[in-house]
């Protein structure tokens, strides 16, 4: 049984360059959720899909932040011009429609932006 | 608003002590799930639990068990016995739903996590 899981684990960029990160969520699972965690905090929503339609997005999901799920399974978090303040773990998580609904998470990519 | 409180930043015990963590949340919904998770150095979130808001019951899992009090919003967890390998920090969390019709789902609200270090 295949866990969540984030590629890559760890990206150093600087100021002004594009990052995309990738997700893969449990096969069977069919709603994928993009988090992120901020140093000292607990991860806070960014976006949800169910499928391939990305149904929710948060305010914190600025216009520099692209999420996709083309195929409905894996998922990508792409972020253009990359500020300091986008420095944070970013975490994928995943769960099935069938009432369970837990997320289980995957290791998360940690960002820094220098 | 949905909020999560971990008023404990961080806690320190001695092996084999037993410990609390504390967790108290508001929300406006009538039904909604609470959860803990837990996370080691590594940044992996774990899941340890998932409560349904009508069930109180506690529940007792080897060395864990949590204690669901509706009357005072708090779910609060205990590791009895605890061990270095508990050290981590660990977030309680609170569903708040999102989506609609056969997209609904939830989306989690988070505390700031307790730091728990478990010293030998």
């Known amino acids: 049984d295949t866990g969540v899981s984030q590629d890559p684990r760890h990206k150093i960029t600087k100021r002004g360059q594009n990052v995309t990160f990738r997700c893969d969520p449990i096969s069977e699972h069919n709603r994928l959720y993009w988090y992120r965690q901020t140093l000292g905090q607990g991860p806070e929503f960014l976006t949800y899909?169910?499928?391939?339609?990305?149904?929710?997005k948060s305010r914190l999901l600025s216009d520099r932040f692209s999420a996709e799920r083309p195929k409905g399974s894996f998922s990508t978090l792409e972020i253009q011009r990359t500020e300091q303040g986008d420095s944070a773990m970013y975490l994928c998580?995943?769960?099935?429609?069938?009432?369970?609904?837990?997320?289980?998470f995957g290791p998360g990519t940690r960002l820094l932006v220098l | 608003a949905q909020k999560v409180t971990q008023a404990q930043t961080e806690i320190s015990v001695v092996e084999k002590e037993d410990v609390t963590l504390d967790c108290v949340y508001e929300?406006?919904?009538?039904?909604?799930?609470l959860f803990w998770y837990k996370q080691p150095p590594s940044g992996e979130l774990v899941f340890l639990i998932r409560?349904?808001?009508?069930?109180?019951q506690n529940e007792i899992s080897g060395r864990y068990s949590w204690n669901f009090q509706k009357s005072t919003s708090s779910f609060n967890f205990t590791i009895t016995a605890s061990q270095v390998v508990d050290s981590a920090v660990y977030f309680c969390?609170?569903?708040?739903?999102?989506?609609?019709?056969?997209?609904?789902?939830?989306?989690?609200?988070f505390g700031t996590g307790t730091l728990l270090a478990v010293q030998p």
């Open positions: 409560r349904n808001s009508f069930d109180e």
């Open positions: 899909f169910q499928n391939e339609a990305q149904l929710e």
């Open positions: 998580a995943s769960s099935d429609s069938g009432g369970e609904e837990t997320q289980y």
């Open positions: 969390a609170l569903s708040e739903a999102i989506g609609n019709y056969g997209g609904a789902t939830n989306k989690l609200i």
């Open positions: 929300t406006r919904d009538t039904t909604y799930y």
